[in-house]
């Protein structure tokens, strides 16, 4: 029952969170269990459980629109993750946005969609491109591209992640910081296959896997102070500062500016960082954010993920490293 509220808390603030907060590193591997297999098997002979098998309602903005998971899975890989990683990568954010609409569906209509399961405003659910957006979008390219998103949707067909047999809250973010956060750490829900494992991509396999967000000492006030009229912040922004607290995996959990205490997501937001996982400079002038990766840092990082497919991972045992304790099958809710 705890956990049940716990993913129902989890959930409601999720619908508050844009993609990219929710998007967003070990675990032994495992393979497929002889069950899930059978299980799989038999779907497939009888059709059950594919993405063909399975409709869903997307509103697009301006209308509720009936499609297949086959149809619109492409969509989201699309949107979600560039389709210049490698297959096996692909083919696990096929899965993790397949699991993601499946615990979607599961749950109550978002309201600001209660006719549908899902839309296409990333600042909502999941990014969405169409076939012809992409075409666009990715030229002379477009063949080759489009040939990787559909063969990672078809290899993964109905394949989802499952914990306790239910299609798991696959998050995900762009780039870790060594390690993968906690779901406790970064929402208040703490999920059992949403805990910190170290991630392998780094600052060369990652575009500005280190960031710098340099304010002076009057614009970091004035954006501090906007929020917390309270502190106290003059003088020097050497002593401004304060008790930088940590979480395990590394990430600033909370500090004290001004004599506030606030949390990490908080100077985060305030400041607009990439990430939490930041050290703070402060020469007396100025204030400086020296950042690592890009997300909240919950469940599978997309950069990680594809480091990972270099290394010959395959797409199961990428899910399987990032998300603890889950098995991979079908799903025929
Ligand atoms: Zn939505």
Same mark, same amino acid.
């Given at each position: 029952?705890?956990?049940?509220?716990?993913? &129902?808390?989890?959930?409601?603030?999720?619908?508050?969170?844009?993609?990219?907060?929710?998007?967003?590193?070990?675990?032994?591997?495992?393979?497929?269990?002889?069950?899930?297999?059978?299980?799989? *098997?038999?779907?497939?002979?009888?059709?059950?459980?594919?993405?063909?098998?399975?409709?869903?309602?997307?509103?697009?903005?301006?209308?509720?629109?009936?499609?297949?998971?086959?149809?619109?899975?492409?969509?989201?890989?699309? &949107?979600?993750?560039?389709?210049?990683?490698?297959?096996?990568?692909?083919?696990?954010?096929?899965?993790?946005?397949?699991?993601?609409?499946?615990?979607?569906?599961?749950?109550?209509?978002?309201?600001?969609?209660?006719?549908?399961?899902?839309?296409?405003?990333?600042?909502?659910?999941?990014?969405?491109?169409?076939?012809?957006?992409?075409?666009?979008?990715?030229?002379?390219?477009? *063949?080759?591209?489009?040939?990787?998103? *559909?063969?990672?949707?078809?290899?993964?067909?109905?394949?989802?992640?499952?914990?306790?047999?239910?299609?798991?809250?696959?998050?995900?973010?762009?780039?870790?910081?060594?390690?993968?956060?906690?779901?406790?750490?970064?929402?208040?829900?703490?999920?059992? =296959?949403?805990?910190?494992?170290?991630?392998?991509?780094?600052?060369?396999?990652?575009?500005?896997?280190? /960031?710098?967000?340099?304010?002076? %000492?009057?614009?970091?006030?004035?954006?501090?102070?906007?929020?917390?009229?309270?502190?106290?912040?003059?003088?020097?922004?050497?002593?401004?500062?304060?008790? @930088?607290?940590?979480?395990? %995996?590394?990430?600033? /959990?909370? %500090?004290?500016?001004?004599?506030?205490?606030?949390?990490?997501?908080?100077?985060? /937001?305030?400041?607009?960082?990439?990430?939490?996982?930041?050290?703070?400079?402060?020469?007396?002038?100025? @204030?400086?954010?020296?950042?690592?990766?890009? &997300?909240?840092?919950?469940?599978?990082? *997309?950069?990680?993920?594809?480091?990972?497919?270099?290394?010959?991972?395959?797409?199961?045992?990428?899910?399987?490293?990032?998300?603890?304790?889950?098995?991979?099958?079908? =799903?025929?809710?």
């Amino acid at each position: 029952m705890r956990q049940i509220i716990a993913a &129902g808390l989890l959930l409601l603030l999720l619908l508050f969170l844009p993609p990219w907060l929710r998007a967003e590193e070990p675990s032994p591997e495992r393979s497929v269990t002889p069950q899930s297999l059978q299980t799989e *098997q038999a779907a497939q002979e009888s059709g059950a459980g594919s993405d063909a098998a399975h409709t869903l309602r997307l509103w697009d903005g301006s209308t509720v629109r009936t499609l297949t998971a086959a149809e619109y899975l492409p969509g989201v890989v699309r &949107g979600e993750m560039p389709a210049v990683f490698e297959p096996e990568a692909l083919k696990a954010q096929a899965a993790a946005e397949r699991t993601y609409l499946y615990y979607r569906m599961s749950a109550a209509p978002k309201a600001n969609h209660p006719n549908a399961d899902v839309c296409t405003d990333p600042g909502c659910c999941t990014s969405w491109l169409s076939e012809e957006d992409a075409r666009a979008k990715w030229g002379e390219n477009f *063949q080759q591209y489009e040939a990787k998103v *559909q063969q990672a949707v078809a290899d993964t067909d109905g394949q989802v992640v499952l914990y306790d047999s239910a299609p798991i809250m696959a998050v995900f973010h762009s780039s870790s910081a060594g390690a993968t956060a906690g779901s406790g750490e970064v929402w208040t829900a703490e999920l059992p =296959y949403l805990v910190s494992v170290k991630s392998p991509e780094d600052s060369d396999s990652v575009p500005n896997y280190y /960031s710098v967000n340099t304010f002076t %000492a009057e614009e970091f006030r004035a954006v501090f102070q906007k929020a917390h009229p309270e502190a106290k912040l003059s003088g020097d922004t050497s002593g401004w500062i304060r008790d @930088v607290a940590l979480t395990d %995996a590394g990430r600033v /959990s909370s %500090a004290v500016v001004g004599g506030v205490t606030v949390t990490g997501k908080e100077l985060r /937001s305030l400041y607009g960082l990439r990430s939490t996982a930041f050290t703070v400079e402060a020469d007396g002038k100025s @204030v400086a954010f020296h950042v690592t990766g890009y &997300g909240h840092g919950v469940g599978m990082s *997309q950069y990680g993920a594809n480091a990972l497919a270099k290394e010959g991972k395959t797409w199961q045992e990428i899910l399987q490293w990032y998300y603890t304790g889950v098995t991979i099958g079908l =799903y025929n809710g």
